[in-house]
C-alpha cells in the first residue's frame, strides 16, 4: 500500500510535521505498507482556489499536476490537522479545493489532530463534518487526537511524557494497521462499477 500523510500546518516549524515523520517511522516496519510520502503545506505552498484550477488553466497547472499524481497514486491518507482557534488551519481546506479528478476518491484516510493543550476535537468535527463532499475522502471511524503535543514524539526521549509516549505509540499503531487493512478492501469499491465521479462529480 501506498500512504500519503498531510500535514495541515502552515507553520515552517510545526508540531504536524512532527507528529507527521513520526508518523512516517511508525508505518515503515509494518508489511502492508510499501511506501509513505509525506506532503508538508508549511509555508502554505498551494495557490488558493481560483477560477483558473476548475478550468484547467496554466497558472498552477505544472505544480498541481504533480502533487494530483502523487496523490491519485496513493491508496490511504492520514490527514493531520492542527487546532487553530478552534479550526482546522484555512490551507488544508484549500487543500481539499483542489481535487476533482477523484484523486481521493474512495480511499480510506485517518484523522490526526493536535494541540499544544487540551484542544484537538473541532479540527475532528470540522475534517468529518466538511472536507470530504466532492473530493470523496473516507475518514475511518477511528481518530487520533493528540493533545499535549510537545510531551510526546520529540527526538530526545527525555522530552517526552513516558506514559502519554506509550498511549500514543500503541493507539497509533492500532490505528496505522486499521488503516492499512481498510486500504486493502477499499480497493474493491474503486474496481467496482459502483462508484463514478462522471456521473456525479458532486456529492449531494
Ligand atoms: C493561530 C493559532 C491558533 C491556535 N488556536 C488554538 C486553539 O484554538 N485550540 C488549541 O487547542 N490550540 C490552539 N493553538 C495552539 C496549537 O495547538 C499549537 O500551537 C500547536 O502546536 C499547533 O500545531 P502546529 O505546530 O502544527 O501548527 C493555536 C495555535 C496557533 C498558531
Redesign the pocket.
Known sequence: MNITIVSG?H?KV???IKIAKAIKSALKPLKECDEANLFDLADNPLPLWHEDIRNNGKKSKSLLESISKKLAYSDAFIIIS?????MVPAGLKNFFLMWGKGELAHKPALIVT????D??SYPVSELRMSSYKNNRICYLPEHLIIRN?ESVFNDNEIDNNSSSQEYFENRLDYCLKQLLTYSKAFKQIRESDTVSIKKYGSGM
Not at 492542527?82 to 478552534?86: M, R
Not at 493536535?114 to 493543550?117: A, C, H, P
Open positions: 500546518s507553520r510545526s508540531q504536524s492542527p487546532e487553530w482557534h478552534g493536535v494541540s499544544s493543550g484542544g484537538g503535543v
